[in-house]
């Protein structure tokens, strides 16, 4: 019994240091620090802009700082309080964009959080324009208009004075302006239509050119020609008429006078077969020549010409169009007389209007042989 109690004692005051130790003011419940944010991560689109990411940290008193934010220069962050802003510039490339923050502890009370930071890439320039490659301006002043489409906004540049820019950019459309060649020698110059950012950008260019006066198509349609044909003959009243032979130098051409009318639509031929008549005819901007209105039954002209057509056993007016082509130095016009099956073409000549509004035929009390006059042209008269 009193070994028992021996023990017992022995026991308690082993035991009582532990029981003090517990009691110390100095062994306080583990406290474990932490910190949580509102998003682990952030994204953008191709045009940047910002976000704030709320940070809290636990406990509330537990501070927090930027560990790392990489070799980055396209974002910029901002910390207020416990609020992280997160600001990204545009990205003018294609190519998309990763970045990590790393939010640390100064006392590492709690380990690194990681905030990721994504941006897509600029879309690819889309760029098409309804212009051609070179356009040739009138040397008297012209205006080309052409449209434009991107999935960006775009500009025209022009790099000469001679050229004025009326851009509509809602519409899409553009008008360069020229203004008249007043030289002696050719201008040219370039457009260029631009779209894009930074290194993304597309562009077409568009070469320009400008005659000058003496070199425009129109006015080197001016002056007197000379009308031959392989077999005709011209009468004092005013038909052409085929012949069988070779006629005499005399009868074998007629001189008459292409002369200016409404610039780039209409030009007249005067005294064209027969003396003090004016016949207008159509300008072809897109040949650089004229069409001559044949017909006895075409009443819109003051003076206008028939075509007589022969077969074996039959004679005809033809009524027609014929387009009158240039060469390529203006010293020879051709007149592109179209087929007409059976007949041959054996000669023209005009009708008119008097004074009192009757109409009046030169030559045609001259019949034409059945000899076909073979082909007609036009050739620059030489003084």
Not at 1 to 18: D, V
Not at 230 to 236: A, E, Q, R
Not at 246 to 261: K, M, N, T, W
Not at 294 to 306: D, H, M, N
Request: hydrophobic share 35%.
């Amino acid at each position: 019994m009193i070994r028992t109690l021996q023990l017992l004692c022995c026991t308690l005051l082993m035991l009582a240091p532990l029981a003090l130790t517990g009691c110390s003011d100095n062994d306080k419940p583990l406290v474990v620090s932490s910190l949580s944010l509102s998003n682990k991560a952030v994204a953008f689109d191709a045009t940047g802009g910002s976000a704030t990411i709320e940070i809290t940290p636990f406990p509330d008193t537990e501070r927090w700082e930027i560990g790392s934010v990489g070799e980055n220069e396209w974002f910029n962050y901002d910390i207020d309080g416990n609020n992280l802003t997160i600001s990204v510039d545009e990205n003018l490339t294609t190519t998309s964009r990763r970045a990590e923050v790393v939010i640390t502890s100064p006392t590492q009370s709690f380990d690194n959080t990681t905030l990721t930071i994504l941006q897509e890439g600029a879309s690819v320039v889309e760029l098409s324009c309804s212009a051609a490659q070179e356009h040739i301006f009138d040397s008297e002043g012209d205006t080309y208009t052409f449209n434009i489409a991107s999935n960006y906004a775009w500009s025209v540049t022009v790099d000469k004075e001679w050229i004025t820019i009326d851009e509509d950019t809602k519409g899409g459309r553009v008008s360069l302006i020229a203004e008249a060649n007043t030289s002696y020698d050719e201008r040219s110059a370039t457009a260029t239509i631009t779209a894009g950012k930074g290194d993304n950008i597309e562009s077409i260019t568009v070469a320009l050119r400008q005659g000058t006066h003496d070199d425009n198509p129109y006015f080197k349609l001016l002056g007197k020609w000379e009308i031959t044909a392989d077999k005709w003959f011209y009468t004092t009243n005013g038909s052409l008429n085929s012949v069988d032979g070779s006629p005499s130098a005399q009868d074998h051409y007629l001189i008459f006078d292409i002369v200016e009318g409404d610039y780039n639509e209409n030009l007249y031929m005067r005294n064209f077969l027969y003396p003090g008549t004016s016949l207008q005819v159509r300008y072809n901007p897109t040949t650089k020549g004229f069409v001559i209105p044949f017909g006895w039954s075409v009443y819109a002209y003051e003076v206008f010409l028939y075509i007589t057509l022969v077969s074996n056993n039959s004679f005809s007016y033809a009524a027609l169009e014929v387009a009158v082509e240039p060469s390529a130095d203006y010293t020879l016009l051709t007149p592109k007389m179209p087929s007409v099956s059976g007949y041959n073409y054996v000669g023209f000549g005009l009708w008119a209007y008097n004074d009192n509004g009757g109409k009046e035929a030169f030559g045609s009390s001259m019949y034409p042989t059945v000899y076909p006059m073979g082909n007609i042209k036009f050739i620059k008269y030489q003084d």
